[in-house]
């Protein structure tokens, strides 16, 4: 994975609308490819059809080229999401470590231990428990925005699928072979039939 696959992607402000977009142009860029094939002259005694191959790469290339900024996009939210929880991790262990540190130091302090235990537990436990709600709201916000791609990501794969079974239904039944020349019966020796 290379760095710029860890990139944000362009305005991520308007990420929706403009996934949106290049979901877009991407089934219609396929659709394109699809009618091309559709109506493109089938080639005689064959299944196969003519069409204009420079034409057809340059749209399925256009097709591909808009296919890996949501991948991009979807490495970038992965990257965000362990970033975000390890930063989360780190701040919950600083907290903790202060409120241990802190714990600590209360303890020392022989005029109050009864309070600066008591004091210190509850600090710990609101430490731990930010930590948790810190987790569970970064894992929340994540799950959001994978299942936002992995959507997105199925309706591109169903629109692939659907014009790919297109094109296998357009295709023309194979012709009946011809049939073989007859031998003929007299000892004449023919040089074109070996």
């Known amino acids: 994975m290379s760095s710029s696959d860890l990139v944000p992607p362009a305005g991520t402000g308007s990420a929706e609308s403009s996934s949106e977009a290049r979901r877009l142009a991407v089934e219609q860029l396929l659709t394109q490819a699809i009618r091309m094939v559709e109506r493109s002259r089938p080639m005689p ?3 196969s059809v003519m069409i ?5 790469l340059g749209i399925l290339q256009k097709a591909f080229a808009a296919l890996p900024e949501e991948l991009r996009a979807a490495r970038w939210m992965l990257k965000e999401r362990d970033d975000m929880r390890l930063r989360t991790q780190r701040e919950g262990e600083d907290i903790i470590a202060a409120a241990r540190a ?4 209360m303890v020392q302090r022989s005029e109050v231990v009864k309070a600066a ?7 710990v436990d609101e430490a731990e428990e930010r930590a948790r709600r810190m987790k569970l709201e970064t894992e929340d916000w994540c799950d959001q925005r994978l299942a936002a791609f992995e959507a997105m990501l199925h309706k591109t794969a169903t629109a692939v699928s659907t014009g790919r079974q297109r094109l296998q239904d357009t295709r023309l039944p194979r012709p009946a072979p011809a049939p073989a020349p007859a031998e003929p019966d007299d000892d004449i020796f ?3 039939l070996g």
């Open 102 to 105: 802190r714990a600590e130091q």
């Open 52 to 56: 204009n191959g420079e034409e057809v």
């Open 190 to 192: 023919d040089q074109d």
């Open 45 to 47: 005694f064959s299944t």
């Open 117 to 123: 235990e008591m004091r210190a537990r509850r600090t």
